[in-house]
C-alpha cells in the first residue's frame, strides 16, 4: 500500500467507482506559468500513468476545476479523462458533482475526491473517500479521510490511485503487466 489506511478507509476505498480531483495544486503543485498568449501548467507523469490504470481497471476518472484552463483541457484530452469540468463560478464544485452523480446513477459514497484548498471542502465533506494531499491547507486535510504523504503535483494522486486499486485487488495485475 502507499501508506498504511484504517480499515474504515479501506472500506470506503473498497466501494469507490468514481475518482473526481480538483487540478490545480492536486495534479499540478499550483503554479501557473502564464506568457505570451499560453498558460502552462507542470503535470506530473506518474500521476497520469496511475490514472490510466484507474480507468483500465473500470474506474471513472473526472476532474473538477473551478478555473478554466486551455492546459487542462489539453491535459484531459492526453488521458482520455471521462469527465472534465471546468466551471468557473457559475455553479459550486458541489452542484457540478452532484449532476455527474445524477447522470452516472452513482452516489457521494462511491466518489473519491481529491482537493486542496477551501474551494474543495464541499465535495470533501461529502465524497465516500474524501483525501486531501498532503501540502493542502489545514481545512482540508481536516475534513479529509486521508491526507498524501506526497504533495499536490509531486504523485499524491498517484499515490491515492494505488490505495483504491490495491484495496480493491485490482493493482497487482499492473504491475505484472509493466513487468514483461
Known sequence: M???ISSSNRQRAKRIKLFLCDV?????????????EREFKRFNIRDGLGIVCARRAG????WVSARPSLATKLRAEELHIDFL??????????AAIEQLLAQEKLNWS???FVGDDIIDLGPLTRAGLAVAVGDGVPEARAAAHYTTRAAGGRGAVR?????ILQTQDQWQQFVEKYSE
Not at 26 to 35: H, M, P
Not at 59 to 62: A, E, F, N, S
Open 85 to 94: 469540468v471546468q466551471q468557473g463560478d457559475n455553479v459550486s464544485k458541489t
Open 24 to 36: 490545480d495544486g492536486v495534479l499540478t503543485d499550483g503554479s501557473i506559468f502564464i506568457g505570451g
Open 159 to 163: 499515490e491515492v490511485i494505488e490505495l
Open 110 to 112: 462511491e466518489v473519491c
Open 59 to 62: 474506474l471513472k476518472v473526472g
Open 2 to 4: 502507499p501508506a498504511k
